[in-house]
């Protein structure tokens, strides 16, 4: 699906963001990118949607390939209306718009035969709490249900992989839990491949499938999740567990 | 005449004017929104838009009808022109320098207009009716009359197109943050161009509604400055604000005529926006931020 070699970011010319970056996302597959603030996780998901333009960042080395074409050069609508919906770190939900303007406005990346009603019903069916919300302003919804708009808008689109930037961030133990069960079954039924960036490698390792440690701009370590979860230096500086004392 | 009767005549004439104040200010706040730029050209736009149909109409002969069409089309046309060459690649830079480029185009446009079309008056056919309506012993002047009303329906349109329209959530996803618009597939660059085209024809509409009510000159253009206060009055960002806003300083102005020397025409408006301001800073109708704290 997703395939990423030795990427190499720079912003304005000078601040090296990611040195050496190789990943890759399967059919299918949820994948998730962990490391300290700072390691380079977000720019490499802007990387991917294209978005380091708008921030003065560039791709200096490296390839990117979605669906086996290099999409380094195109424009960040268009990699959108060819099925990777990044839904970006803070959510991003657009305040002024009701709940259902903010899912019409991804409509314009809407790709599938369906038509838009049906797919802002899949929306409301996967979060009721939406349904009732619909006419409100989207400024006024909690954090729990702008990441759930968030979300929405990227099931309007019906893209082949999501980029999913912390989507716990801010976010009270028991919606994260709701919302991750939420993301584990729009995988499972639509067969989304995700790309998850995660502080919360707890979670986030219970839910991929494998993944990757980014430190510094480079990808350090990585395997499936049972195995970096009983790796040592994994338990201790991700997942905060106390192996001295063990 | 009683002085009541002077009074309503008056108001009403003022905020048929100011009808035709709501439909250009959409103009400059529908560009505002897709993309941040002050369009000081509106008033140069409208102006050659009323010269198009003159041209069309007049000097080509096609009547008043197919003369407005050529002139919507041209106007469009010129609108999309300047959109591509002077103000996209001006994107991102300082919000004053793209308003000096919008100062120069209406420059340059009046320049033209006046080589072309020379400094005089030059005589349109009439689109509206002179017939005068009465509203009881009201007189309404015919004109006046007529161009609110096309201006009120074209405006209270527009607003309805932009609050239930695709195109209108993705002008107003693109006006709150251009890069959550292009992160849903919205092509922010045609938004803006989409906004410039809206301009032109809420331009072209006004510009011949005007050379209609009073003359056509290169200086047709200069009643954009009065629209200004609409603007501001209104709230840059909200589009329903506009016709509200326009009739208010539409029918402050012909008051002002009545009662203090003309000079105060120019005054009376900004008096109260600055008013307004003092009071609410984003305008009558401008958008609180919709934020959760
Ligand atoms: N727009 C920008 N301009 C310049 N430098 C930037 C920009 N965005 C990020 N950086 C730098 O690039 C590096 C990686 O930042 P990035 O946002 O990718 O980290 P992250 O892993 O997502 O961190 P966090 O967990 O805090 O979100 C940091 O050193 C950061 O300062
Ligand atoms: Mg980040």
């Not at chain 1, 333009?53 to 960040?76: D, F």
């Not at chain 2, 209108?168 to 092509?187: F, H």
């Not at chain 2, 009643?223 to 589009?239: T, W, Y």
Request: hydrophobic share 50%; net charge neutral.
């Amino acid at each position: 699906m997703l395939e990423i070699k030795n990427l190499e970011v720079v912003y304005q010319g000078v601040i090296q963001a990611l040195a050496d970056i190789s990943l890759s996302v399967p059919e299918g597959k949820i994948v998730t990118l962990l490391g300290a603030n700072g390691a380079g996780k977000t720019t490499t998901l802007k990387a991917i949607s294209n978005f380091l333009p708008l921030e003065h960042g560039r791709v200096t080395q490296g390839s990117i390939t979605i669906g086996g074409k290099n999409m380094i050069k195109a424009p960040p609508h268009e990699i959108v209306r060819r099925g990777v919906f990044h839904v970006r770190e803070g959510r991003h939900v657009f305040s002024a718009l009701t709940v259902e303007e903010n899912l019409v406005a991804a409509t314009f990346a809407h790709r599938g035969k369906r038509s838009r009603k049906d797919a802002y019903e899949e929306v409301y069916s996967y979060f009721p709490i939406l349904s009732q919300r619909r006419n409100q302003h989207a400024g006024y919804l909690s954090g729990g249900e702008q990441q759930m708009l968030a979300i929405g808008r990227a099931l309007v689109a019906d893209p082949d992989l999501i980029l999913l930037d912390e989507p716990s961030l801010g976010l009270a133990p028991l919606i994260v839990a709701d919302i991750f069960e939420i993301i584990a079954r729009i995988n499972r039924e639509k067969k989304v491949s995700m790309l998850l960036v995660e502080q919360n490698a707890v979670i986030a390792l219970k839910y991929a499938s494998y993944g990757y440690v980014l430190e510094n701009g480079r990808t350090v370590l990585e395997g499936t999740t049972e195995d970096l979860s009983a790796n040592e230096d994994i338990q201790k500086y991700y997942l905060g567990v106390d192996t001295e004392a063990a | 005449m009683s002085p009541l009767q002077l009074f309503i005549e008056y108001s009403i004439v003022g905020i048929a004017a100011g009808g035709i104040y709501a439909l250009i200010a959409l103009g400059i706040i529908v560009i505002f929104k897709a993309s941040h730029t002050f369009n000081f050209a509106m008033g140069e736009m409208m102006m050659l838009s009323a010269y198009f149909f003159y041209a069309a109409s007049v000097t080509f002969a096609l009547g008043p009808a197919l003369g407005l069409i050529v002139a919507m089309i041209g106007s469009i046309i010129v609108a999309l022109i300047i959109e591509r060459v002077a103000i996209r690649p001006m994107l991102g830079r300082p919000f004053i320098a793209v308003v000096m480029v919008t100062f120069g185009i209406g420059s340059i446009l009046r320049g033209i207009v006046g080589m072309v079309w020379g400094p005089n008056e030059v005589q349109i056919p009439s689109i509206l009716s002179r017939s005068p309506i009465f509203l009881g012993d009201i007189f309404v002047p015919g004109k006046t009359a007529r161009g609110f009303a096309i201006a009120v329906i074209l405006v209270v349109a527009l607003i309805a197109y932009l609050r239930f329209s695709r195109a209108g959530v993705a002008l107003r996803a693109a006006a709150e943050s251009a890069t959550t618009a292009y992160s849903m597939g919205i092509n922010v660059r045609n938004v803006v161009a989409f906004a410039w085209v809206i301009a032109a024809i809420t331009g072209c509409i006004s510009g011949v509604l005007m050379a209609n009510i009073n003359t056509l000159t290169p200086h047709l253009g200069l009643v954009a400055l009065n629209v200004l206060s609409v603007v501001i009055l209104g709230g840059l960002s909200s589009i329903s604000g506009v016709l509200v806003a326009g009739l208010i300083i539409g029918w402050l102005e012909a008051i002002t005529g009545l009662y203090l020397p003309t000079e105060f025409r120019e005054i009376t408006p900004y008096v109260l926006v600055l008013i307004v301001l003092l009071v609410r800073p984003t305008g009558l109708f401008g958008a609180k931020e919709v934020e959760r704290i």
